[in-house]
């Protein structure tokens, strides 16, 4: 091989070393299935990785023998030609048995993990019913009494069983750092359990393609200690605060400091619920890790008179005649039963909005309210605001708008 052959090859070569090595420099990957935390996770994981070893080493030693017989026997002036034969029972046999040796090694562990983790949960596990809607995410507690949208809160050290179903097409539940992954399908129910191990925030996602905004179905996962899931379940059965009928006050025992989590992991601190700050049992925003927090672009121009300031009380008299009524509910507000959107009660203490593509402040969810099919692809939810360009004209100003935004940015 010239020199110029060799530095053509080694060039590339060294370039993609480096990239290589340079993609390994991150210490926390929030969205990887390696280093789990949960026992499903776990045993996945294991899995994973005694199956890329043993493909590793299978891979060099093909290689390896490959790159051998490729040097050994190439074309050289004075070789003989090649004598032809046909037939050779013992490499038969060999190239036979050895992948069967192979897949043995590969399918027995394989097996044990897919018992393991199809097996039923633990009694006294945590119920969860989610269900997948085009394009966001519904989670019942039916031993609590519970519904909320997008946002998922597990007690660490419970095993959590999830039954999962589907109201149109079909999705995929999947939090990478938890391991859990399974379809939701059409008229049918799937079951999947883990038990989260530490506290922490995490992503959640839609593994299935299900349509125009496949990729902006997304959910948050606050796994907490047990204290503080009991106090968030406490205050998801009150009625929302600024609902027709105000939420009873918080007991003393539940208003002060939530308990500590465990220590944090060395890669990040672990999120703290602050019961007292928040009046919510909710994770406080100023504690969320960078990566649960979205940072989708709005559309360029879609604009909001930021000269309005909104209005509570005329917020909340707009809603219970307006036509959300129709299609959320909220606990507290007669009138608002509907079904079709996501449940909106305490809808204010959550940290997204759209499915988990926004951050739930008032500038979002102000253009949330205005053009919800600008701001997300496929959206169900129509648009409210006036001279705004859709299929259905919009009714609302600015001012009508930012009243709503006001009063339902007070449901906590």
Not at 27 to 38: D, E, K, L
Not at 264 to 277: E, G, I, K, R
Not at 363 to 369: D, G, P
Request: net charge positive.
């Amino acid at each position: 091989m010239t020199r110029d052959l060799r530095m053509r090859w080694l060039t590339p070569a060294l370039a993609l070393l480096i990239a290589v090595g340079l993609s390994a420099c991150s210490s926390f990957a929030p969205n990887t299935i390696f280093g789990a935390h949960s026992e499903f996770g776990h045993s996945v994981d294991v899995l994973t990785r005694r199956l890329l070893y043993a493909g590793l080493v299978v891979f060099v030693l093909i290689e390896t023998l490959l790159v051998v017989i490729l040097v050994r026997y190439r074309e050289r002036d004075g070789n003989r030609e090649a004598k032809q034969f046909h037939g050779n029972s013992t490499l038969e046999i060999g190239w036979t048995l050895i992948p069967a040796v192979i897949l043995a090694f590969i399918a027995v562990p394989t097996i044990k993990t897919i018992f393991k983790t199809q097996a039923k949960a633990t009694p006294g596990a945590l119920q969860v019913e989610v269900i997948g809607h085009q394009w966001w995410w519904e989670f019942r507690y039916p031993q609590y009494g519970i519904i909320t949208a997008n946002e998922l809160y597990l007690p660490v050290g419970r095993t959590a069983n999830f039954a999962l179903t589907t109201k149109d097409v079909l999705h995929s539940f999947w939090v990478p750092k938890l391991n859990g992954k399974r379809d939701l399908i059409s008229n049918h129910t799937n079951y999947i359990w883990f038990t989260p191990d530490s506290a922490y925030a995490w992503n959640g996602f839609c593994a299935e393609y299900c349509g125009t905004s496949h990729a902006n179905m997304r959910f948050k996962v606050f796994t907490v200690p047990p204290s503080e899931f009991d106090a968030w379940v406490a205050h998801q059965k009150t009625n929302a605060i600024g609902s027709a009928l105000p939420a009873p006050a918080i007991a003393k025992a539940d208003t002060g400091k939530a308990a500590q989590p465990p220590a944090p992991a060395a890669v990040a601190p672990t999120p703290v619920m602050n019961v007292s700050d928040t009046m919510s049992a909710t994770f406080p925003r100023a504690n969320l890790p960078e990566w649960v927090i979205p940072k989708t672009p709005t559309p360029a121009h879609l604009a909001f008179d930021q000269s309005v300031t909104g209005n509570v009380t005329r917020g909340a008299t707009l809603f219970k005649t307006a036509p959300c009524i129709a299609c959320h509910s909220v606990r507290g507000v007669p009138t608002a039963a509907g079904i079709i959107g996501p449940n909106l009660t305490h809808v204010g203490s959550r940290t997204t909005i759209a499915g988990g593509l926004y951050p739930n402040d008032l500038r979002h969810l102000q253009l949330w309210i205005k053009n919800a099919p600008e701001m997300k692809p496929g959206s169900l939810m129509p648009l409210f605001g006036k001279n705004e360009k859709g299929a259905t004209p919009g009714v609302y100003t600015d001012q009508q708008i930012a009243d709503l935004a006001a009063y339902l940015s007070s449901l906590k």
